[in-house]
């Protein structure tokens, strides 16, 4: 081809781009080599830090080809030098694009030949003869097949499935005779591109003095629309009230309620706090938040107020909140009436008595859910104030969850009050405590005091084995709650290893028999119990949707090997570090066709031979591999499922190398609905694998991929690029450089809200280069501890 321009190309092709079959790579490629421009067939090569096929192929005739070559994105050394520059040359290669580096940069650049590459570096590759050829590539974004065409110039590179003729291109050359054709003719190009503009602001303003086009379009669209909206553009809302009345209604009705997913800085909230009227329901992140931006916000017409990691508003505020929303309330059977407030354990101790809730509770009188989570810190720390809460509880609570709360203050308190008396005892049916430890005399005196509970979750952290510990007398205390669909007792074992041992299969036997009704069931801990007695739940209770069982190493296939023979309701199944678990197991599991999450983080012995029963199940939309024994093989399977997987994990999966990754998403049936990606302590991880995310999973949102040592900066930049990625793990990636944090400003990484960066040497910018990231990204967190994503549980150790 004597002539081509790839940006006129992409005008003249929009079909083709949009089709795929043109694709654009991502400007990730320094141009060297006399060649500016070059295009002919491609020939596909992988390798990695090897570049012996590299030379075995440049020996060879060019023919007018060009060598694409994928190595993995790799910085640590170069691909091609000097040498084989001249090689190419000598053959017939009209250009080379690799995806890794080069040296001998003067060399290259006195050759007649087209080369593009990532960087140059001095040190040379290995010579071992290792990679693959004629094989699909994943560089710059898109997949590259073996005899298609690429085409190369100073705006870009192009690959195109087939030759692109003379007739189908506009070069340069063409539109400049074309633009002075139209200059004889009287008709300028920017001539009629003004004319075209001044028309359509012209139609635009006539539009809104008359009947606009906006007061067609249904206001449940654009409710929806609103919806989906980031929390930091929220502020621009109230500007478009104006345009129409639809607008303003649609406006009206989203900012009657206000959530923000990740810390809002002071600045962006105020700008969207200015824009409010009548809030009703507030669920926000105060982590960066004072106590002035948040009382500003509230007002007599809250009705649902939900304060995560409250770290930097005081107690004595926390303790007011009912005097400044007296309203927490609304009428019955619309809504919950909810108080959340999460905040650290690890504040100002002498502040702590300021935390009293007499006054806010007392203004709530017709509060239904109230729950208060302290984090960090020891439980005997502040068990003592929220034992206070028990006699400020208005009669209305329906839902109460306290974290912490001591064993013995919650027995004395139902034992020494007459139920009576306790009037919140007729109407709460939701409880959830996190204690020192669960024992008989506990389970038995909530379960006798609170007639109408429907769900129970009770969680534990002994530090050490005690003699009243939870037994089956305990267990069989259950039977009593006639109306208890969901039941959670769960075991903590962040510093120890205790387990309740003294509740046995007959505890379990007991609880089958007497509680039928369970819908939901968490277990945890529980290391005396064995196939029989989880058996007997999953057979005996007919409702069962959520069976969740954790650190239990009796647990085997064994409990599910009739699971098939009669018609189940299960649509969650997790099983959390159950060891004996394997392939087995789940081939049965997967016989629940309704199951929609399936949880095996842990389950060493789950292998490639269930994944096949696992793909059939058309309704999955969450799966968790995490530690399974699963390889490259597996993901092929994996791969043709058909189900609508928005999370997928398999950390730990050390046998899943790149090649896994792209055969699972190779032919874009998981990827078109994934949302959430963990490649966690994945040794076979590479630059390749994150490219090929980045092409096929296109709503992808976040993205973990700590302890993978092979992924470098290439990898950053190509997430970079990718837009609607919002959370990215690369906690102790050691293959990142301090160069890395250039790519953490603008204009990559858009709405990014979260990222993990401890333990890479990116940390090494210190906290002037932090400020500065901080200053043109208020919103976004930047955590340099080991949290995972999002800091969920993590926030109340550190500061950001």
């Known amino acids: 081809m004597s002539s081509f321009a790839t940006a006129e190309v992409c005008d003249a092709h929009a079909s083709h781009l949009a089709s795929g079959d043109l694709r654009a790579l991502q400007p990730i490629f320094k141009i060297y080599g006399q060649c500016r421009a070059f295009s002919g067939p491609v020939v596909t090569l992988k390798v990695f830090e090897d570049n012996v096929l590299v030379r075995e192929h440049l020996e060879s005739k060019g023919e007018g080809r060009v060598l694409v070559i994928d190595g993995g994105g790799s910085m640590r050394c170069a691909l091609v030098g000097g040498n084989l520059g001249q090689l190419a040359q000598n053959n017939g290669w009209v250009g080379i694009v690799v995806n890794g580096c080069i040296r001998d940069v003067d060399e290259i650049n006195g050759c007649d030949i087209g080369v593009r590459a990532l960087a140059s570096h001095p040190q040379k590759s290995y010579k071992r003869g290792n990679g693959e050829k004629g094989v699909p590539v ?97 502020s621009s809302l109230s500007s478009l009230a104006c345009v129409s009345r639809t607008l303003q209604s649609s406006v009206n009705n989203v900012l009657s309620s206000f959530s923000s997913a990740f810390s809002l800085d002071p600045q962006t909230f105020d700008g969207i ?178 007639p109408l509970l429907t769900d129970l979750d009770l969680k ?78 999953l057979n005996s209770c007919s409702n069962l949707k959520k069976f969740e069982i954790q650190n239990t190493h009796l647990l085997t296939d064994l409990t599910f090997q009739d699971v098939s023979k009669v018609p189940r309701v299960l649509e969650e199944v997790k099983l959390v570090s159950c060891n004996s678990i394997t392939s087995e197991g789940v081939h049965e599991i997967a016989s629940c066709s309704g199951l929609k999450i399936l949880d095996l983080f842990g389950c060493k ?31 092929v399977i994996l791969g043709k499922i058909h189900a609508p997987i928005t999370f997928l994990s398999l950390r730990g999966c050390k046998r899943v190398t790149d090649k896994g990754i792209g055969h699972l998403l190779s ?35 976040e993205l973990c991929i700590r302890n993978c040592f092979h992924v470098t900066n290439v990898s950053m930049k190509v997430l970079g690029l990718k837009g609607g990625i919002r959370r990215v793990d690369v906690y102790n990636c050691s293959g990142l450089t301090v160069g890395c944090f250039e790519l953490l400003k ?10 993990g960066i401890g333990k890479t040497r990116v940390i090494c910018v210190g906290d002037d280069g932090f400020d500065e990231i901080h200053r043109e990204r208020p919103w976004l967190t930047i955590c340099a501890d080991g949290c995972e994503v999002g800091c969920h549980d993590g926030w109340q150790f550190h500061k950001f």
Request: with cysteine.
């Open 138 to 234: 994943h560089i710059g974004g898109t997949l590259i097949h073996d005899g298609e065409w690429l085409y190369a110039d100073s705006d870009g590179i192009l690959v195109s499935k087939t030759e692109l003729t003379e007739a189908e291109i506009f070069s340069k050359t063409h539109r400049g005779e074309r633009e002075r054709e139209e200059g004889k003719n009287g008709h300028s190009v920017m001539a009629h591109k003004r004319s075209t503009s001044t028309a359509v602001a012209g139609s635009a303003s006539a539009t809104v003095g008359g009947d606009s086009l906006l007061e067609r379009i249904p206001e449940n669209l654009l409710n929806e629309i609103f919806l989906k909206l980031e929390p930091e553009t929220l």
């Open 273 to 450: 706090r200015r824009n409010l009227g009548n809030i009703q329901k507030i669920t926000l992140d105060c982590l960066r938040l004072s106590d002035s931006s948040i009382r500003n916000l509230l007002g007599p017409d809250v009705e649902e107020l939900i304060l995560l990691k409250c770290s930097s508003l005081s107690c004595r505020f926390l303790s007011s909140i009912g005097r400044t929303c007296p309203n927490l309330s609304q009428l019955l059977l619309i809504e919950f009436r909810v108080l959340t407030l999460e905040f650290s354990g690890f504040i100002d101790k002498s502040s702590v008595f300021d935390l009293n809730f007499r006054g806010s509770l007392e203004n709530c009188r017709s509060l239904e859910s109230l729950k208060i989570k302290i984090r960090g810190g020891e439980i005997n720390d502040y068990s003592f104030m929220l034992l206070g809460i028990y006699h400020l509880l208005p009669k209305t609570i329906k839902i109460l969850k306290l974290q912490p709360s001591i064993s013995l203050d919650t027995l004395v308190f139902f034992r020494t009050i007459p139920i009576p008396h306790t009037t919140f005892s007729q109407t709460l049916t939701q409880i959830s405590l996190v204690l020192d430890t669960i024992t008989d005399l506990l389970l038995h005196t909530i379960t006798h005091s609170l």
């Open 605 to 635: 012995s789950v292998a490639d031979s269930c994944l096949g029963n696992v793909s059939k199940l058309r309704l999955l939309t969450s799966l968790n591999l995490s530690g399974a024994d699963v390889t490259d093989s597996g993901m």
């Open 460 to 537: 534990d952290q002994p530090s050490s084995d005690t003699s009243d510990d939870l037994s089956d007398l305990g267990i069989q205390s259950l039977i009593h709650c006639k109306n208890l669909t969901h039941l959670s007792l769960i075991r903590i074992r962040h510093h120890s290893s205790t387990s309740f041992k003294r509740t046995t299969d007959m505890g379990f036997f007991l609880l089958s028999e007497g509680c039928k009704q369970l819908e939901s069931v968490r277990l945890s801990g529980f290391s005396k119990v064995s196939d029989a007695g989880f058996t007997s739940i």
């Open 746 to 755: 603008k204009p990559l990484f858009r709405g990014l809200q979260w990222i």
């Open 667 to 701: 032919n874009g049936k998981i990827g078109n609905n994934l949302t959430s990606l963990d490649l966690g302590h994945m040794p076979g991880i590479t630059d390749y694998s994150v490219g090929i995310v980045v092409d096929s999973c296109i709503g992808l949102v």
